[in-house]
């Protein structure tokens, strides 16, 4: 089976001024199967957000490319990218990135809506998939960080995406929330064949991945050993 995602020799520069270049990504190959979930590790700056933006459609790359479901995303006009933003991506971020104004059943729906396929029984059925079957009314604020993530998820995956990126998700949780995050990424990945591209910092996250690469110089390193910090528990 092809994978769902590959990258050819993707580099990626940016001028820091005057003449100065700095190039987060280099010369970067990689595929991931569909399902497969991966894990970005590096330093503040390294690229993790630079590679999940590529991916994700968001930037495009200086040179090389980048293939999604057999597709070169990096060729697509803009409006092109911002059709398979909305269709085909489900981004989860470490601020939540909720509107404020409205309500955790509008930001549910609104991907749906974007699409022009507003359905309320779905929202309310990823809500309940979450834990939040009865928050539709309430606004964000009213939420604990944790339940505000939670919405975040339900926003991202109620499109049915083939894939998940997620840039630190956990990152401003305690470690009991982001454990029930994760756990809750976990099981909607298997339960929806999704793949999982996730940046992260926190080697307690480490377990969700199947492959884990570190960023380092611009290149994709990766770590086949797995620490004893990140050994589960049933």
Not at 36 to 46: D, N, V
Not at 115 to 123: P, T, V
Not at 153 to 159: D, E, F, M, N, Y
């Amino acid at each position: 089976m092809p994978p769902l995602i590959r990258l050819e020799q993707v580099t990626k520069c940016y001028l820091t001024g005057g003449s100065s270049e700095v190039c987060p990504l280099r010369d970067v190959n990689l595929e991931i199967a569909e399902g497969e979930r991966i894990i970005l590790l590096g330093k503040s700056g390294s690229g993790k957000s630079t590679f999940l933006n590529m991916v994700g459609g968001v930037d495009l790359p200086t040179s090389g490319r980048i293939f999604v479901n057999g597709r070169d995303i990096s060729a697509l006009s803009a409006e092109e990218l911002a059709q398979y933003r909305r269709r085909d991506v489900g981004f989860i971020f470490q601020s939540f990135n909720l509107f404020s104004t409205l309500t955790v059943g509008e930001n549910v729906m609104l991907p749906l809506e974007l699409l022009g396929a507003a359905d309320r029984a779905k929202a309310q059925t990823m809500l309940d998939a979450v834990g939040l079957g009865q928050a539709w009314d309430k606004f964000p604020e009213q939420l604990s960080g944790g339940e505000q993530q939670r919405v975040a998820i339900a926003r991202a995956l109620v499109k049915d995406p083939k894939l998940i990126l997620a840039d630190e998700p956990t990152g401003n949780l305690d470690l009991e929330t982001s454990n029930g995050i994760l756990e809750l990424i976990d099981g909607i990945c298997v339960d929806f064949r999704a793949t999982l591209i996730m940046a992260t910092h926190s080697y307690e996250a480490l377990w969700i991945g199947q492959r884990r690469f570190r960023l380092r110089g611009g290149k994709l390193i990766e770590e086949t050993e797995k620490p004893l910090s990140v050994e589960r528990t049933a």
